[in-house]
Every structure is written in structure tokens, then in C-alpha cells.
T-cell receptor, first 113, second 118 residues
């Protein structure tokens, strides 16, 4: 069964460093999302991406964040200068054009030290 | 204002019994969707069940059913015949707007941690 794949599963980075979280959505999906979940808290929407551009972003998604779909398969989230409060689980999700649920990847646990 | 409210931070249930996890929502959009996801301790988000605002019947998927009460704005998840493997965090989520829209982001509740006891 097709699935959304995220790498790495766990990343530890120094405060102030740049990180890139990678996602391979399901191949025929057209809508892509990043969510994050701070430990013990609810899942929060960061950004949605469709037709090679951001369609919506949340207040969390400030200038430190960016997304790219550099080729036909990858979807990346970049955090330019990480802060301690960026420590969280980051989920990528994708959705076909006309369906109901979004399919989530297994998440990347980011730890900023 | 909270759009999705899950008032039960934790629940216990005996194996083989049924359990109901509560979820209420708030929206002024006539078209919306309600979802339940399961998050085991390993961290992944597993889709369980979906209910559209215009669906006439309550959704069912195997041992999962959604008790949709539109007038009360509630979408409770019922798990029948609980199994030990059902122990996990359960999130209720809502999508506003008809599906196929450019965003259709999900708004999540705070979750309910379910523990199934042998």
C-alpha cells in the first residue's frame, strides 16, 4: 500500500543551525501539508502546498520556515535558524485531488539543543 | 475559540468492552468533515474514520463507528470490543469546507489517551 515517507525519523541539531526535513508524498497526490506536534500537545497545521506554491500558512510558519517541492517526488520543510521551541514531531501529509482523508507520514522528531 | 474540543484527557477501558471518546466541534461552514486519528506510542498518525457533514448515516469502519450528532455538534468515536493494541492517543480533527479545496487543512483536538486493560 502506498505511504508517505519521511526522513530522517529523528534529528538532533544545535540551536541556530538549519535543518531540512524531507518527505516523499504518495505519488499521485496533489496537496501537501506540514504539521507539527510539540511533545504532549495537539497537532498544529503549519503550511499547505498545491500547484507548486503555498496555498495557506499558519502564524507559526514565519520567515524561518520554507517549503519546496524540488522535483516530482520530494517535499521539504526547511527551518533556517532553529530555536529550542522548534523541538517537535513534524508530520508531512498528502492528499489526492478529490478525497477525504490526508495520509500522514510517520513523522520526524526534531530535537534542538 | 476552540474549534475541536476533546474533554477527556485519559480513558480506561477493559479489554473486549466498548468505549466512547468524545469530540465536539464548532464551525459556521455548512460543509465540513470530521476525522479520527490514532497515534500509538511509536508516534505515527493512523487514519481511522471519516464523517462528512452531509452524510446521512453514521460512519463505520470495522470496530470503529462515529456517533455523529449534527445538532449537538458532536462526533464521538465508539470503539467496540477493545483490544490491547487499541491503547494509544486518539485525535479528533475537522476540515472546514468541501473537499477538493486548495487547503482543506485539518484542525486537531488535544487528544484522548486510551488505555485498554486486560
Amino acid at each position: 500500500e502506498p505511504e508517505v515517507t519521511q526522513t530522517p525519523s529523528h534529528q538532533v541539531t544545535q540551536m541556530g543551525q538549519e535543518v531540512i526535513l524531507r518527505c516523499v508524498p504518495i505519488s499521485n497526490h496533489l496537496y501537501f501539508y506540514w504539521y507539527r506536534q510539540i511533545l504532549g500537545q495537539k497537532v498544529e497545521f503549519l503550511v499547505s502546498f498545491y500547484n507548486n506554491e503555498i496555498s495557506e500558512k499558519s502564524e507559526i510558519f514565519d520567515d524561518q520556515f520554507s517549503v519546496e517541492r524540488p522535483d516530482g517526488s520530494n517535499f521539504t520543510l526547511k527551518i533556517r535558524s532553529t530555536k529550542l521551541e522548534d523541538s517537535a514531531m513534524y508530520f508531512c501529509a498528502s492528499r489526492p485531488q478529490a478525497t477525504t482523508e490526508a495520509f500522514f507520514g510517520q513523522g520526524t522528531r526534531l530535537t534542538v539543543v | 475559540a476552540q474549534k475541536i474540543t476533546q474533554t477527556q484527557p485519559g480513558m480506561f477501558v477493559q479489554e473486549k468492552e466498548a468505549v466512547t471518546l468524545d469530540c465536539t466541534y464548532d464551525t459556521s461552514d455548512p460543509s465540513y468533515g470530521l476525522f479520527w486519528y490514532k497515534q500509538p506510542s511509536s508516534g505515527e498518525m493512523i487514519f481511522l474514520i471519516y464523517q462528512g457533514s452531509y452524510d446521512q448515516q453514521n460512519a463505520t469502519e470495522g470496530r470503529y463507528s462515529l456517533n455523529f450528532q449534527k445538532a449537538r455538534k458532536s462526533a464521538n468515536l465508539v470503539i467496540s470490543a477493545s483490544q490491547l493494541g487499541d491503547s494509544a492517543m486518539y485525535f479528533c480533527a475537522m476540515r472546514e469546507g468541501g473537499y477538493g479545496g486548495a487547503t482543506n487543512k485539518l484542525i486537531f483536538g488535544t487528544g484522548t489517551l486510551l488505555a485498554v486493560q486486560p
